[in-house]
């Protein structure tokens, strides 16, 4: 069975890099099928789609978010990864990484972080 | 930039059914995705593709499209039920959109 976990730091100063990796565990990352997606929720609010990448690297950004951000994989340690550039309190949320599979949906979950932008 | 449009708040006795509506300009031409958020948890997929089931997902829950506006349904509503929900679907660009969330109330 599939399990995300997410890690990183839970404070970032602003004006900097927030960068967070997702660890896949009970399978392939490299397995042709899926998509590997970063979602964000900020405090009491809903969910906001960030992006994601496929095993081959190719990935698709969020328009709004597409400036700042950076997300990357490692088939070799079965991880993913997003680095969100100048940061403000504007991106205080709790960060989820998802499994998408394809016209199946976000079917895997990680738990979730949350990162706060303070300084 | 596209969005998609659910009410707030749905409220329901137990055993009653609830229905939330999502709408979006581009839902004739894309799934639509709905996930269940309790307090503290990661969302959990309850529908894909508009109206099919994950494994593991009630048969209470179903889901249903027509023209601009999906709509999630939960019949025999139970006090477990009570979440947020949310739908999900793409633009034109394949860009994800998630809606504005309705929580759901058992009364």
């Known amino acids: 069975q599939v399990q995300l976990q997410e890690s990183g730091p839970g404070l970032v100063k602003p004006s900097q890099t927030l960068s967070l990796t997702c660890t896949v565990s009970g399978g392939s990352i490299s397995s042709g099928n899926y998509y590997w997606s970063w979602i964000r929720q900020h405090p009491g609010k809903g969910l906001e789609w960030i992006g994601y990448?496929?095993?081959?690297?190719?990935?698709h950004y969020n328009p709004s978010l597409k400036s700042r951000l950076t997300i990357s994989v490692d088939t070799s340690k079965n991880q993913f990864s997003l680095k969100l550039s100048s940061v403000t309190a504007a991106d205080t949320a709790v960060y989820y990484c998802?499994?998408?599979?394809?016209?199946?949906?976000?079917?895997?979950w990680g738990q979730g972080t949350t990162v706060t932008v303070s300084s | 930039s596209y969005e998609l449009t659910q009410p707030p708040s749905v409220s329901v006795s137990p055993g009653q059914t609830a229905r939330i509506t999502c709408s979006g300009d581009a839902l004739p031409k894309q799934h639509a995705y709905w996930y269940q958020q309790k307090p503290g948890q990661a969302p959990v997929l309850v529908i894909y593709k508009d109206s099919e089931r994950p494994s593991g997902i009630p048969e209470r829950f179903s889901g249903s499209s027509s023209g601009t506006t999906v709509t999630l349904t939960i019949s025999g509503v139970q006090a477990e039920d009570e979440a947020d929900y949310y739908c999900?679907?793409?633009?034109?660009?394949?860009?994800?959109?998630f809606g504005g969330g309705t929580k759901l109330t058992v009364l």
């Open positions: 999900q679907s793409a633009d034109s660009s394949g860009t994800w959109v």
């Open positions: 990448i496929y095993y081959s690297g190719s990935t």
């Open positions: 998802a499994r998408e599979a394809g016209d199946y949906g976000l079917d895997v």
